[in-house]
């Protein structure tokens, strides 16, 4: 992926689940056309990125009886790609709840699938909105590496129905891109009020690609009968998220050898992981909370 003058890695933020996002740095500016082309790119391949279909994934729904104070029918549902090679061993990457060891690093007991959640209020125009942030993490791929974290932030409209995720993650590895994606009806508006997409871009929520280079939206999500998390697609090299979409939408996996629960666990801030006000230096998050105004071109109401 390109690397975009004028701006770090958004993935080098907060040690801590922190409510609001701080002081803001600067837009980064595309310096020249062919810099342009390259964002454009990159932005097509993340789009293409969520057609993806697996041949076979482990299906991962919330633990019936564990109560994190939300609807269970909120709570993400979880496809991980299995394996291309049937001897690759284990099948698919594994997550689960996070342990600090004797040595004060963070560990990841995969016998324990765990979730994290946090809830918050944000402010997007004159609209004070929930947001909920989910957090899972994954062992280190080796020995001197740290663990790493998949997540996502859920804004909710007026209505309680999701109407913006942004991907989140600590693994600095990952590109620098602040991957959106939008409810169908959000964007709809959004085409209502400001027209279709700006140059460059496909959706009319997406901000101007010289200012925010960095911001993609990489899918517009379809809009269920009822509010209701998302299924979350992971493939099965880094357990990168491939796509995100509505419980109503057709499934993007052939098969389902293995269906099992995960423990959603409420916490306020990243102690709660820990139970101790330093976080590990192998554990870094970016801030819990954040509003999507700022970043997206979206509509008066939501």
């Known amino acids: 992926m390109a690397t975009y003058a004028g701006r770090g890695v958004l993935l080098l933020g907060a040690a801590a ?73 284990p099948s698919w990457v594994k997550f689960g709840a996070v342990a600090v060891d004797s ?44 663990i790493f974290g998949r997540g996502f932030r859920m804004t909710l409209g007026d209505g309680g129905y999701a109407v913006v ?15 959106f994606f939008v409810s169908k009806p959000v964007e709809q508006a959004a085409v209502e009020q400001y027209g279709g997409p700006l140059a460059g871009r496909r959706y009319a929520v997406e901000p101007s690609l010289e200012e925010h280079p960095e911001v993609v ?20 090299v880094s357990a990168a998220v491939t796509t995100l979409i509505c419980r109503c939408e057709p499934s993007q996996a052939d098969a389902f050898p293995h ?18 006000e330093r976080a590990p230096p192998n554990l870094r998050l970016p801030p819990a909370h954040a509003s999507p105004a700022g970043s997206l071109r979206l509509p008066d109401r939501l």
């Not at 993806?52 to 994934?57: L, M």
């Not at 104070?69 to 909120?74: L, Q, S, V, Y």
């Not at 993650?169 to 990952?174: E, G, V, W």
């Not at 666990?265 to 992981?273: E, F, N």
């Open 17 to 89: 689940l922190a409510v609001g996002c701080g002081r803001r740095e600067p837009a980064p500016i595309v310096e020249s056309r062919m810099e342009t082309e390259a964002v454009v790119r990159d932005h097509i391949l993340l789009r293409e990125r969520t057609l993806c279909r697996f041949a076979r994934a482990a299906f991962l729904s919330p633990d019936p009886n564990a109560d994190a104070g939300i609807p269970r029918w909120m709570t993400p549902l979880l496809v991980h790609e299995y394996a291309p090679d049937p001897a690759v061993e």
């Open 103 to 146: 040595t004060g690093l963070a560990t990841v007991d995969c016998d324990r699938p765990t979730m994290y959640l946090s809830a918050a209020e944000i402010t997007v125009g004159s609209q004070a909105l929930q947001q909920l942030t989910f957090w899972w993490f994954y062992p280190p791929r080796a020995p001197d590496q740290p």
């Open 165 to 179: 995720w942004e991907l989140l993650s600590n693994d600095s590895r990952n590109s620098p891109e602040r991957i």
């Open 217 to 236: 939206v990489s899918r517009v999500v379809g809009d269920g009968p009822q509010p209701m998390g998302p299924i979350v697609y992971l493939d099965a």
């Open 259 to 276: 269906s099992s629960h995960y423990v959603l666990q409420r916490i306020d801030a990243s102690q709660d992981l820990f139970d101790d």
